[in-house]
């Protein structure tokens, strides 16, 4: 899963790349969206996850103005809407 000597820091069970050459192969972001907060999942080109976060409203903001042009998909359950 992880690209040798890559810089992986581990939080709460999330595994954090601190590399930016990683978050540059992100190529698709999932998102599954909550009343207060969002989960994002970044794969690369392969499929291979490459990121997961949870994050509040103001930082899926921050996160997508800093972040490279990509594909975003969402999932959404019914209470959701």
Known sequence: MFAPNTP?????????????????SV????????KHSFHLHGQDRKGQAVFRRKLNRKQLVE???KFHPCTAVMEACAGAH
């Open 63 to 65: 996160f997508f103005a």
């Open 27 to 34: 190529t698709l972001v999932g998102i599954d969206l909550g």
């Open 8 to 24: 992986v820091t581990y939080v709460a069970g999330v595994f954090f790349f601190v590399a930016e050459v990683i978050m540059d």
